[in-house]
């Protein structure tokens, strides 16, 4: 069984840090592409970063230079490293792996307010 889990979330002021985390399980983590996604009520789902098995990374240049997205194949885990916080990036954060198919955890929310 498949599972994608994700923690981190949380209320932060603007200007403020959060890491998000993604443990998975039942796949085999090398060798997945893992994104994170996110999205706000009445709005499509949209990729923010993700990274390849081979560690090449992409970003939604709505975060380039504050968001770093990261992973440990040891750990099975990819996390996302978010600076710079600002309301605008208040959302569902869902984690994503994708090869030959694609899973999805049940997403973590963010919000950034002062």
């Known amino acids: 069984q498949v599972q994608l889990v994700e923690s981190g979330g949380g209320l932060v002021q603007p200007g403020g840090s959060l890491r998000l985390s993604c443990a998975a399980s039942?796949?085999?983590?090398?060798?997945?592409?893992m994104g994170w996604y996110r999205q706000t009520p009445g709005k499509q789902r949209e990729l923010v970063a993700s990274?390849?098995?081979?560690?090449?990374?992409n970003y939604a240049d709505s975060v380039k230079g504050r968001f770093t997205i990261s992973r440990d194949n040891a750990q099975n885990t990819v996390y996302l490293q978010m600076n710079s916080l600002k309301p605008e990036d208040t959302a569902v954060y869902y984690c994503?792996?994708?090869?030959?198919?694609?899973?999805w955890g049940k997403g973590t929310l963010v919000t950034v307010s002062s």
């Open positions: 994503n792996a994708r090869s030959h198919i694609m899973y």
């Open positions: 039942g796949i085999t983590f090398s060798m997945y592409t």
């Open positions: 990274i390849t098995s081979i560690g090449s990374t």
